[in-house]
């Protein structure tokens, strides 16, 4: 036969439609993936910046609590 196989073979556009829907659903899921990660590790570090300044406020507490207590020990 000659001339091209385009001619003779049949298109399927649903079939074509499809695999592109597919690989552009596939595209969106690894971006989501990919942000979740992200907003994932951001919270973690507030976390810790949480954490921190929780540990700070207990820690200045505690230290104003002893040196009352040390004042009134002391005449």
Known sequence: MAGSRFLYDS???????????ERVL??????????????????????????????GVAAFLLAQGAETLLRAALP
């Open 11 to 21: 298109f399927d556009a649903a079939s074509a439609r499809i695999e592109a829907n």
């Open 26 to 55: 596939q595209e969106r899921w690894s971006a989501l993936e990919r942000r979740l990660l992200q907003i994932d590790a951001a919270l973690e570090r507030l976390e810790k910046r949480i954490w921190l300044g929780v540990c």
